[in-house]
């Protein structure tokens, strides 16, 4: 089982670095022109005007935010001669958008905290188990890669725990365990290493699986574009929930895949992906490797790795998500009936993510191609 497991890990790292090489030139491309122009430029006028939509904001209010003088460089504030009541989270991010200003409403953190929630660790229990991170996608059914939940019997051997984590005060939170129950609905997909599974609907300590709420998965357009920054909840190597935030750039959209560059370690697969608005825009999957020139995957001291020496050993150079709106319209072509469509269709439905004031318990062309305008996420 171990073996098995190490081999699809090893087949996803040698899949990601081959794309990313095959990405060099108009990843190069990419930056030459954020570091330019910016990121309004970077990705195709057909995303960057969704992405602007999305924001509030069309190309006449980025053009006049471009070309309005700022002194200094780097304002305190806004960039524009607004009044205070005029600076709003759609301004501010307009402005970020544009590379204008860093600033963020303070709403940002809260809901970080609120959409964190819904994150918890999965463990795998028996032979070649281990950890990885998933999330709520509806109230009943959890999100995370194929290769941490293979198949019915793994996953039914698997628990997931929310508010492992640490408090305010830095002491721990008492965790709450839920386990799998994949008879009930389990769903997974290889080539998009996702798997989708039904938790439990209380925990091992009574407590109900509906007090950590979902994240509400989307197809619409406009969520994110090459050059903007991307925030991940993750439990890395499985320990207590942490977040790699704000300097995590997408450098390259493929057709089903997001390269970005983050913090993320082992057990970080799974992990939902965020823009600035706390929208899902990716599955966190995978880790790119520095490799040879036979896309084998590089250890830190510059030989071939191998698995057993461990994902530490691992040299990375950036990562790699699972675009959302591919994952949501693969499940939508999956075929299913009865009580097990009724939880799937629960997936498209909107609903509200926990309430930040509950207490926390103690493929239509080759990925080689440029991107075009299809949907973001």
Same mark, same amino acid.
């Given at each position: 089982?171990?073996?098995?497991?190490?081999?699809?890990?090893?087949?996803?790292?040698?899949?990601?670095?081959?794309?990313?090489?095959?990405?060099?030139?108009?990843?190069?491309?990419?930056?030459?022109?954020?570091?330019?122009?910016?990121?309004?430029?970077?990705?195709?006028?057909?995303?960057?005007?969704?992405?602007?939509?999305?924001?509030?904001?069309?190309?006449?209010?980025?053009?006049?935010?471009?070309?309005?003088?700022?002194?200094?460089?780097?304002?305190?504030?806004?960039?524009?001669?607004?009044?205070?009541?005029?600076?709003?989270?759609?301004?501010?991010?307009?402005?970020?958008?544009?590379?204008?200003?860093? %600033? &963020?409403?303070?709403?940002? !953190?809260? =809901?970080?905290?609120?959409? /964190? $929630? +819904?994150?918890?660790?999965?463990?795998?229990?028996?032979?070649?188990?281990?950890?990885?991170?998933?999330?709520?996608?509806?109230?009943?059914?959890? %999100? &995370?890669?194929?290769?941490? !939940?293979? =198949?019915?019997?793994?996953? /039914? $051997? +698997?628990?997931?725990?929310?508010?492992?984590?640490?408090?305010?005060?830095?002491?721990?939170?008492?965790?709450?365990?839920?386990?799998?129950?994949? %008879?009930?609905?389990?769903?997974?997909?290889?080539?998009?290493?996702?798997?989708?599974?039904?938790?439990?609907?209380?925990?091992?300590?009574?407590?109900?699986?509906?007090?950590?709420?979902?994240?509400?998965?989307?197809?619409?357009?406009?969520?994110?574009?090459?050059?903007?920054?991307?925030?991940?909840?993750?439990?890395?190597?499985?320990?207590?929930?942490?977040?790699?935030?704000?300097?995590?750039?997408?450098?390259?959209?493929?057709?089903?895949?997001?390269?970005?560059?983050?913090?993320?370690?082992?057990?970080?697969?799974?992990?939902?992906?965020?823009?600035?608005?706390?929208?899902?825009?990716?599955?966190?999957?995978?880790?790119?490797?520095?490799?040879?020139?036979?896309?084998?995957?590089?250890?830190?001291?510059?030989?071939?790795?191998?698995?057993?020496?461990?994902?530490?050993?691992?040299?990375?150079?950036?990562?790699?998500?699972?675009?959302?709106?591919?994952?949501?319209?693969?499940?939508?072509?999956?075929?299913?009936?009865?009580?097990?469509?009724?939880?799937?269709?629960?997936?498209?439905?909107?609903?509200?993510?926990?309430?930040?004031?509950?207490?926390?318990?103690?493929?239509?062309?080759?990925?080689?191609?440029?991107?075009?305008?299809?949907?973001?996420?």
């Amino acid at each position: 089982m171990a073996s098995e497991r190490e081999s699809d890990y090893l087949s996803q790292l040698t899949m990601a670095a081959t794309r990313y090489a095959n990405r060099t030139t108009r990843r190069e491309q990419n930056q030459s022109v954020i570091e330019r122009r910016g990121p309004l430029y970077a990705d195709t006028p057909e995303r960057v005007e969704k992405r602007l939509a999305r924001l509030g904001a069309d190309w006449a209010m980025a053009r006049a935010i471009e070309q309005t003088p700022t002194e200094p460089a780097s304002s305190a504030g806004s960039t524009l001669q607004l009044p205070a009541e005029a600076c709003t989270s759609e301004v501010l991010g307009l402005e970020r958008l544009i590379g204008r200003n860093n %600033l &963020t409403p303070v709403a940002f !953190l809260e =809901g970080g905290v609120q959409v /964190s $929630r +819904s994150v918890g660790r999965v463990t795998v229990g028996g032979p070649g188990g281990g950890h990885g991170t998933g999330f709520m996608v509806s109230p009943s059914l959890l %999100l &995370t890669n194929n290769h941490v !939940l293979r =198949g019915t019997e793994e996953a /039914s $051997r +698997s628990k997931v725990a929310f508010a492992f984590q640490d408090g305010v005060d830095g002491n721990p939170l008492v965790p709450a365990v839920f386990p799998l129950e994949p %008879l009930r609905f389990f769903v997974t997909d290889r080539a998009l290493d996702y798997s989708l599974v039904a938790v439990a609907p209380r925990s091992a300590q009574d407590e109900p699986l509906s007090s950590f709420g979902r994240l509400t998965l989307s197809q619409a357009e406009g969520k994110v574009v090459i050059g903007e920054f991307v925030n991940i909840i993750q439990h890395p190597r499985g320990e207590p929930k942490q977040i790699a935030l704000r300097e995590n750039q997408i450098v390259d959209v493929l057709e089903r895949f997001l390269h970005y560059e983050s913090d993320t370690r082992e057990g970080s697969s799974g992990s939902p992906v965020f823009n600035d608005q706390w929208e899902v825009v990716a599955l966190h999957h995978s880790a790119v490797p520095k490799a040879d020139a036979e896309g084998r995957p590089l250890s830190i001291d510059g030989t071939v790795w191998r698995p057993e020496m461990g994902e530490q050993q691992l040299a990375w150079r950036a990562n790699e998500g699972v675009r959302i709106s591919r994952i949501l319209r693969a499940l939508h072509e999956v075929s299913l009936s009865g009580e097990a469509a009724r939880l799937r269709d629960e997936v498209f439905t909107m609903g509200l993510a926990p309430s930040a004031t509950e207490s926390a318990p103690a493929m239509s062309s080759a990925d080689g191609a440029p991107p075009g305008p299809v949907a973001d996420g």
